[in-house]
């Protein structure tokens, strides 16, 4: 329905404008719990699933109104940094370190099977991303200056290793971050990319990389995160946005953002970037985008051009819902919240 240009005086009309692109709020929940969370998987606007440590997994019905947190039986010094959920019986849970475990559950929670276990002291499993309900991928750091990767074609009931000879080649101090779980994304329904960090960050698509514009050269930068903006159809990825920075000098913000328009192939900074070091991403709809890291939360409108602080809480992973469009965020100490926009 169009609206005729004389309904509203201009001065009111720009004033309405600037207060839809500052209302973003966040509304923080009681959690019920006091794990640290890293991982988060939003089903739908109301079913929200989380993980963290301690060996605790959350469910909400609710839209996180509300938590149910179980401590899995065996597993309570595991920390689980990543969550894939299917539905309200179904999700997968990632122990990064050694021995490493993935843990899936058919009946809400209350019970658990190891789907994988790897004893190997080397190993540690960063990430886990689904591209639909039957095909996944898990990144890991290098082992033998390759990086580990994992598969499954079944909804993770089965995991398979990807044999060393076709695993991307690591650089000497370079690795990823198992900080949200956000290292992986899909740019279509059936190829996925993921960014590194440390002494060399990059981004990987099929057999090729690319260094990447962020702050790098030491363990503790690099990228942590990447998230990508869908055509209309939702079949391809038409914008990749890649964040990180220095999680031990958290408010340093320089090149901790970086964006891409041709899938990877040429990244530029954006004109002003985020307030600091981030590990979390997500992109809500044209246009909009949501970060989020230990030292505060940002908005973009403009498709990660510029960035607007909306808060100083930290915050380690935030995530858009599979249907709908709404963003669930969390952190350390239970903090869960969901955005008001």
């Not at 939003?42 to 989380?50: I, K, N, Q």
């Not at 993935?102 to 789907?115: E, F, H, Q, S, Y």
């Not at 200056?145 to 060393?164: A, C, M």
């Not at 514009?213 to 930068?221: F, K, M, N, Y």
Request: charged share 25%; aromatic share 10%; net charge positive.
């Amino acid at each position: 329905m169009s609206i005729p240009h004389n309904v509203f005086p201009p001065v009111l009309v720009c004033i309405l404008i600037v207060n839809t692109a500052l209302c973003q709020t966040l509304n923080e929940m009681n959690s019920g719990t006091t794990a640290h969370i890293r991982g988060m998987s939003a089903v739908s606007e109301r079913l929200v699933w989380a993980s963290g440590t301690e060996g605790r997994v959350g469910k909400s019905t609710d839209g996180g109104e509300t938590w149910i947190w179980r401590q899995i039986p065996g597993f309570e010094k595991i920390d689980f940094r990543d969550i894939e959920a299917f539905d309200d019986k179904t999700a997968l849970v990632m122990g990064v370190a050694s021995p490493g475990y993935i843990l899936r559950t058919a009946d809400g929670g209350k019970n658990w099977t190891i789907v994988y276990k790897n004893e190997d002291p080397r190993l540690f499993m960063d990430a886990m991303h689904f591209w639909n309900d039957r095909s996944g991928m898990i990144i890991g750091d290098p082992i033998d200056g390759r990086f580990f990767i994992l598969r499954s074609f079944d909804g993770g009931k089965k995991w398979q290793e990807i044999p060393v000879r076709n695993r991307p080649v690591a650089e000497n101090g370079e690795a990823c971050f198992a900080a949200s779980g956000s290292n992986i994304t899909s740019i279509s329904r059936k190829e996925a990319v993921f960014v590194s960090g440390g002494m060399r960050s990059r981004f990987f698509k099929r057999n090729t990389s690319t260094t990447l514009p962020l702050q790098q050269g030491s363990e503790s930068t690099g990228a942590n995160a990447i998230g990508s903006a869908w055509d209309k159809k939702g079949k391809k990825a038409q914008r990749l946005i890649v964040v990180g920075g220095d999680f031990s000098h958290d408010k340093n913000d320089i090149a901790v953002c970086a964006i891409s328009t041709d899938l990877g192939k040429n990244w530029q900074l954006p004109k002003e970037g985020p307030k600091g070091y981030r590990s979390g991403i997500a992109w809500i709809e044209e246009g909009r985008w949501i970060i989020c890291g230990t030292s505060g939360v940002d908005i973009s409108e403009d498709a990660g051009i510029s960035w607007r602080s909306i808060s100083p809480k930290g915050y380690h992973v935030c995530v858009r819902s599979k249907k709908g469009k709404t963003i669930f965020l969390a952190g350390p100490g239970g903090r869960i919240a969901r955005l008001n926009w």
